[in-house]
């Protein structure tokens, strides 16, 4: 930053770029920070080759960097040195047999003209930045006054996010599994909704990911599971209610007191809780996430595998930890009766979790065709737009009023 001070005071040109890694976080999550650690290590190397002795290169922190590059004609050199970081980086790298892939976005502020203070100019590469994620990412964006008009979008949706608890904006649907023998409802997924006053429906794929990097997924996964509990207590038929983990509740060591609580407060019979956890959660600190499990499923909760089959290594993890369930991931229910392959691996799947003594469950049915095909292969359960798509809290109730008094009469 003292260059940049110097190069600022002098009049003499100079670059600022910021660049962030694209897709990082997702390498990190799945194959654990080791691996993460090493292609950090690369992408650095990477950064040397691209840039000359002159230039200053920092690790800003997480998965960003900044450069710094004086003596050479600016914009042309920025530009230049922003072409090979987007094209050096994000070329495949191989580690420990994975072959991943990884990019970089960038933007850039030039001194004098886009700012003389270190921090004007860290900010206007920042919105540079922002806008070359905006518009696709593995690129790179120069700075330009207007793209200070507006506070970006990422911002302005953090800050909603922030305030959603506390203005009532999240809302849980819920969207019921039947068992396909009995063909009754044995259960309820809880899905989450943010309401937002003016973007409307945002979806759990898009503010999840937000409220973990913004570490409110404490404060949201909570309100989830005693507001799912409370609800699922108050049903006229006993039937089970799964919940959605991330796995960054686990971190903080108090998820196990968070669930006993929720049911405590509710009343919910613990052996009507199931919790859905995804691989991401057995990645880190593997042995302080089976403590929690194994805790949990002391008091009665059930352990649920969700997505399965879109990870890296699920098997490894069915040997950790005695999974309740396991959820077959959408993806080999889509037309799975016109494709043998995925028939074959449902098939797989279902035999290994009955030798396990897990129950299975097929995410994401949406024909008459999967049903039939699932239900050949041994599933279990299913959930899925054909039998129900999320529904509110009061119609959820009233599917339920209503498949008690069928079973009645
Ligand atoms: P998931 O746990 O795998 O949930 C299943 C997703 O598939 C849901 O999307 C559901 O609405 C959708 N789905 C169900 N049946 C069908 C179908 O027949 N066809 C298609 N195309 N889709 C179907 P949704 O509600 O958008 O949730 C997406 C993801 O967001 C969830 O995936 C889950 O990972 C996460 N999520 C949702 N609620 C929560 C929550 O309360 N906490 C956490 N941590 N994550 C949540
Ligand atoms: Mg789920
Ligand atoms: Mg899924």
């Known amino acids: 930053m003292e260059r940049l001070t110097n190069v600022a005071r002098t009049g003499q040109a100079a670059a600022l770029l910021y660049i962030d890694l694209d897709r990082f976080k997702a390498v990190n999550d799945t194959l654990g920070h080791p691996i993460g650690d090493t292609l950090l290590r690369k992408v650095a190397e990477r950064f ?9 290169v920092a690790r800003l922190g997480g998965d960003e960097f900044a450069v710094i590059q004086s ?119 809880a899905l989450i909704r943010w309401h937002h006053p003016t973007r409307g429906v945002v979806p759990p794929e898009e503010f999840i990911p937000l409220a973990e990097e913004i570490s409110i997924i404490g404060a949201i996964g909570e309100w989830v599971l005693r507001t799912a509990c409370k609800q699922a207590a108050a049903w006229p038929v006993p039937v089970t209610i799964a919940v959605n983990l991330s796995p960054v509740q686990f971190r903080g060591g108090k998820l196990a007191e968070t669930v006993t609580s929720a049911l405590a407060q509710s009343q919910l019979d613990a052996h009507r809780l199931e919790l859905e956890i995804t691989e991401g959660a057995l990645l880190n600190d593997t042995n302080d996430v089976l403590k929690t499990l194994n805790r949990l499923r002391e008091v009665g909760v059930a352990v649920t595998m969700d997505d399965f089959g879109t990870g890296y290594s699920s098997l490894g993890y069915l040997q950790k930890f005695p999974f309740d369930k396991i959820k077959i991931d959408q993806c080999f229910v889509r037309d799975i009766d016109s494709h043998v392959e995925r028939q074959a691996i449902f098939r797989a799947v279902t035999g290994l979790a009955a030798a396990l003594r897990m129950k299975t469950i097929a995410e994401g049915v949406e024909t008459e065709g999967e049903l039939a095909c699932v239900g050949a292969a041994g599933c279990d359960e299913v959930q899925g737009y054909l039998t129900g798509r999320p529904i509110s809290a009061e119609a959820t109730m009233a599917l339920l009023a209503t498949t008690c008094s069928a079973e009645a009469a």
């Open 48 to 56: 040397k080759s691209a840039t000359r002795d002159g230039d200053i």
């Open 71 to 189: 003596d050479t004609p600016q914009p042309a050199g920025a530009q230049a040195l922003a072409t090979r970081l987007v094209d050096l980086i994000g070329r495949a790298y191989a580690i420990d047999g994975h072959l991943l892939h990884i990019g970089a976005s960038v933007g850039v502020a030039i001194a004098p003209i886009d700012g003389r203070e270190p921090d004007v100019l860290l900010k206007n590469a920042d919105l540079a930045l922002y806008r070359a994620k905006a518009e696709g990412r593995g690129c790179y964006r120069m700075f330009a006054p207007e793209m200070a008009d507006h506070l970006p979008a990422r911002r302005a949706l953090e800050t909603d996010l922030r305030r959603a608890l506390a203005l009532k904006q999240l809302q849980l649907l819920y969207q019921p599994q039947y068992n396909l023998a009995s063909k009754l409802i044995i259960g309820f997924e």
